[in-house]
């Protein structure tokens, strides 16, 4: 869970700085990105890890949560949760499945249709993209789907980040304090950083 998550992390950042360009660059800069990712041979090997960790961490995390409420059927005789954990992690199996299921139909609108699908070029001959992603995100549904399910991810990454830390053993008193403001630092920015995405194409389309 932990690697898969770490690696998981690693890939938003990348994936932030291209969809950027949705924003600060031209149709052209996130088409010659979106090609960039879907041919360079290093990111195409590194793309079958990514799709392997995300069901790999969505597996283990449904185990997880099995196992967790298996070890305890059934609740304490006094049992104030909030006492002595946040709601996220309590509801990392919930946050997860949200995340998951957004990323089956993100997937299908943008990734699916930029191997598959039949858009036109660009003045660059660069499959179009940008176009599709610009249609996607002046349905107001789809942009609420978007925003909720960035909510969920944040939530998820506020116990996730550190939590990934203290599983493989890297805490100390020294930076663990560290880690947790990072994480949470992370677990804000960038799921907002998404979410402004669309909101803007939405409000400027």
């Known amino acids: 869970m932990a690697l898969t998550g770490l690696f998981l992390i690693t890939f938003l950042i990348v994936h932030l700085a291209g969809n950027l360009t949705l924003i600060w660059g031209s149709p052209e800069d996130f088409n010659a990105y979106a090609k960039f990712m879907t041919t360079f041979p290093l990111i195409k090997i590194t793309s079958y890890l990514l799709y392997a960790s995300i ?3 969505a597996v283990l995390g449904i185990a997880l949560a099995r196992q967790n409420k298996a070890a305890r059927p ?4 006094y049992n104030k949760p909030s006492a002595n954990s946040s709601w996220a992690s309590r509801s990392m199996a919930l946050l997860g499945i949200i995340t998951f299921v957004f990323l089956v139909i993100h997937m299908k609108s943008f990734w699916f249709e930029m191997h598959w699908g039949e858009i036109g070029t660009d003045s660059n001959g660069n499959k179009d993209l940008f176009t599709v992603t610009n249609a ?3 349905q107001l549904w789809y942009v609420a789907l978007y925003v909720f399910a960035m909510t969920a991810l944040g939530f ?3 116990h996730g980040f550190q939590s990934a830390f203290q599983s493989m053993g890297w805490n100390h ?11 949470m630092a992370f677990s ?3 799921p907002a950083a998404f979410a402004i ?3 803007w194409m939405f409000i400027n389309g």
């Open 74 to 77: 059934v609740d304490y005789a």
């Open 197 to 199: 995405i669309p909101v």
């Open 173 to 183: 008193p020294s930076y663990t304090p560290l880690i947790k403001k990072v994480g």
């Open 55 to 57: 069901l790999g961490h």
């Open 188 to 190: 804000i920015i960038v």
């Open 156 to 158: 998820h990454l506020a």
């Open 136 to 138: 996607a995100f002046q």
